[in-house]
């Protein structure tokens, strides 16, 4: 359910307010079982969310029944320590588990398992570059482990949200799913850039846990989610504002939209002398809208105490040493080398990473297509799609689809029309781009017996056109191509055609 | 704590509140007494702890106890909601909450 606020302009708002931020993202990790059991981990690389019965990956530790214990999967620890150094962290040589109690039924124990004043990875910094190639540092304050809850589906009531649901049902299987949570600093002197700087930040994240590996990091999955804190400070004032918390912005360019909308909100309550009331809002994707949710008091009194099931973790240096020794190339440095391989322009690498579309386009690369025809595809085709299904480009198809496709293309099997047609029917879920083109019969007509008979049947509705192009008017031909393409229902090679044409003008 | 390791009965009833336990005013006033005894006693404690002696969440000096990454035995959904007090389906069913996802 979301109200319409009062908006102002938004150039008008970072006029008169400085917009201060400050972001948490929880990261799924994709280890093969879960953070404290051996449970598999719906989040792996392996797990297909889509076959996954309800209440089928869990343990007596996901629920928390009496006399199951915890233990720590080894693995998320060293995920966790490299996202931590990947993150310029330092890494706690002690750090410990904590139990966060509140009840709720999307965990069934009634606490959480988390870390609160011993996080395994604190004081980090990270550069994230928005379009035109400014750059801002991010702080990082921490970077937690901890483990997801389940998911609640509210029944009845109106909207489908909580409020005035009938009933919930949950389900468990993501209880216990190894998370990071990575908590930044204030970030201020963003001015008319913040929208696009939380944006960057959050892009910046994904690319690094897809870099490491440790994250399958797919927003619509729930793999990366994000919380945007706002909050305005009047310009001058040197005072900052109240902040509200908008949960669940999962998709980048919701983060975008999100940060966008607060500060267009609160400027108009603070300008029209209203106070901003410190709580969780909700982000609307329909709408672009936040509602608010549960006001922060001292509800949020969740009794923290160190974890007595667990055990401190105490990373060796040598450990760390060996982790840090394994880090990937940094995105900013990999942005620079991808640029140069692949030549494209200033202009069409900044779309590209303004598009959030540099991994989708270095594995369409891998896979066997060319730079410039992935980038083609990704920013065109697909974008485009994906604009009008108003969701990311990468959740619609698969990389080494679109490679499939490209390479269909650059053989002569497909025309680009074709092409097109064959990644409507991926995107729609018929297969993969072969058996896309294999059922809707998408192949070229290369048999030129069969282009002949069409040119000809063309060349008798138009006798005046081969007499043009005899006596040299060779763009007549122009007319033929088009009902001969017709014809063919666009599944002819116009090359070939116009060979074809201009071979019965002079043979 | 409070440094006077004294207890109000206000901080009770929001404890209770908080572990969503219904106490009576007079449950409330007879265990601000005895709560208030345990975090005197406990304090006595801190008394002895001097600055030399580490804070410790676990009684074994043992760290670093994991687990490999690999995946076990997992409930049936009929064993995971045989507990639960209502079902639909495979999912556990409970009554809607007045709140939000913490």
Not at chain 1, 241 to 253: A, D
Not at chain 1, 375 to 398: C, F, H, Q, Y
Not at chain 2, 67 to 83: M, N, S
Not at chain 2, 87 to 95: L, T
Request: charged fraction near 25%; include cysteine.
């Amino acid at each position: 359910m979301s109200t319409n606020a009062e908006l102002m302009d938004f150039e008008k708002a970072i006029e008169l307010f400085e917009p201060v931020l400050g972001f948490e993202v929880h990261v799924e990790l994709n280890t093969n079982t879960k953070m404290f059991s051996d449970a598999p981990n719906p989040a792996s690389s392996q797990a297909e969310s889509a076959t996954q019965e309800p209440n089928t990956m869990i343990t007596p530790v996901c629920l928390g029944l009496p006399g199951s214990l915890p233990v720590v999967n080894e693995q998320a620890v060293k995920f966790s320590i490299s996202l931590g150094l990947a993150l310029g962290c330092e890494i706690a040589s002690s750090s410990r588990f904590a139990r966060k109690n509140y009840f709720y039924p999307d965990l069934a124990k009634n606490y959480q398992i988390s870390q609160y004043d011993e996080p395994i990875a604190h004081d980090g910094e990270i550069e994230v570059e928005i379009a035109g190639g400014k750059t801002f540092k991010i702080e990082i304050e921490r970077a937690h482990m901890e483990e997801d809850a389940g998911k609640l589906t509210h029944v009845g009531g109106s909207t489908g949200r909580i409020q005035g649901a009938d009933y919930s049902l949950v389900d468990y299987n993501r209880a216990g799913v190894p998370l990071v949570e990575i908590v930044t600093k204030i970030i201020q002197g963003t001015n008319e850039n913040a929208p696009e700087v939380g944006k960057a930040y959050v892009a910046t994240i994904r690319e690094i846990v897809l870099a490491l590996g440790i994250s399958e990091a797919r927003m619509e999955r729930g793999n990366l989610r994000c919380d945007a804190n706002v909050s305005l400070s009047p310009r001058g004032s040197g005072k900052l504002g109240t902040r509200t918390e908008t949960k669940n912005v999962n998709s980048l360019r919701s983060v975008d939209r999100a940060v966008r909308y607060e500060i267009q909100r609160q400027a108009a309550i603070i300008a029209a002398g209203g106070t901003i009331v410190q709580e969780t809002r909700h982000w609307h994707e329909d709408t672009g809208t936040t509602s608010p949710g549960r006001p922060k008091s001292d509800a949020d009194d969740y009794r923290y105490f160190p974890e007595p099931d667990l055990l401190p973790v105490e990373p060796s240096a040598s450990l760390i040493q060996e982790l840090k020794n394994a880090l990937p190339e940094a995105p900013a440095k990999r942005r620079s080398r991808l640029k140069a391989d692949w030549g494209f322009s200033e202009l069409e690498f900044q779309d590209v990473v303004n598009a959030g579309l540099l991994n989708e386009i270095e594995q369409t690369v891998q896979a066997g297509a060319s730079p410039a025809q992935s980038r083609k595809w990704w920013m065109g085709e697909v974008s485009r799609i994906a604009n009008a299904k108003s969701v990311d480009p990468s959740t619609l198809v698969s990389p080494k689809s679109v490679a499939e496709i490209v390479k269909l293309t650059e053989s002569g099997e497909l025309t680009d029309r074709l092409a097109r047609q064959a990644l409507e029917g991926v995107i729609a879920g018929e297969g993969t781009p072969t058996e896309v083109v294999a059922k809707r019969g998408l192949k070229v007509v290369s048999d030129d017996g069969a282009l002949i008979a069409a040119i000809d049947e063309a060349l008798k509705s138009q006798p005046d056109v081969l007499e043009k192009i005899k006596s040299g008017k060779i763009q007549a031909a122009g007319a033929i191509i088009g009902d001969v393409m017709k014809a063919m229902q666009g599944k002819a090679d116009a090359a070939r055609v116009r060979e074809l044409i201009l071979e019965r003008a002079t043979g | 704590m409070s440094q006077s390791h004294s207890l109000e009965p206000e901080q009770v009833a929001h404890l209770a509140e908080l572990a969503r336990i219904a106490l009576t005013s007079q449950e409330i006033s007879k265990l601000t007494g005895e709560l208030g005894i345990i975090i005197e006693s406990i304090a006595k404690v801190s008394e002895v702890a001097t600055s030399d002696v580490p804070a410790t969440s676990h009684p074994m000096p043992l760290t670093n106890v994991f687990r490999q990454d690999i995946p076990g035995k997992t409930l049936t959904p009929d064993e995971a909601l045989a507990g639960a007090p209502d079902r639909e389906g495979d999912r556990f069913k409970v009554a809607s909450i007045l709140g939000d996802e913490q």
